[in-house]
């Protein structure tokens, strides 16, 4: 089993930044893909950053790139979502997921994923 449990949260004015942390135990992320997700309100989940299994191999939604950053510490068994140029429209909460069996074609899938955190919550004002 993996526990996963986000951070850094908040309320931030639009163009501030703000980083996520989403932390791991139970298990070594080593191996494991772990992906950002976010929901607004009546809105499904959709997929905002993603680290395939080893780290290296990093992907981002259109809506994201350039501004979202996504790094992983597997010495401290956390991932990081650096947020940067924060718009309006990013408000949402935030989950971070994880899988080990993940295959590529379902990074962008909510359903594929076996492990979610509680998420947390992210305020954009305009």
């Known amino acids: 089993q993996v526990q996963l449990v986000e951070s850094g949260g908040g309320l931030v004015q639009a163009g501030g930044s703000l980083r996520l942390s989403c932390a791991a135990s139970?298990?070594?992320?080593?191996?494991?893909?772990i992906s950002w997700f976010r929901q607004a309100p009546g809105n499904a989940r959709e997929f905002v950053a993603a680290?395939?299994?080893?780290?290296?191999?990093?992907h981002y939604a259109n809506s994201v790139k350039g501004r979202f950053t996504l790094s992983r510490d597997n010495a401290k068994n956390t991932v990081y979502l650096q947020m940067n140029s924060l718009k309006a429209e990013d408000t949402a909460i935030y989950y971070c997921?994880?899988?080990?069996?993940?295959?590529?074609?379902?990074?962008?899938?909510?359903?594929?994923?076996?492990?979610w955190g509680q998420g947390t919550q992210v305020f954009v004002s305009s």
């Open positions: 680290t395939f299994r080893s780290g290296s191999n990093l």
């Open positions: 139970g298990r070594t992320l080593n191996g494991y893909t």
């Open positions: 997921a994880a899988d080990r069996q993940l295959i590529l074609s379902s990074l962008r899938q909510p359903s594929h994923y076996d492990y």
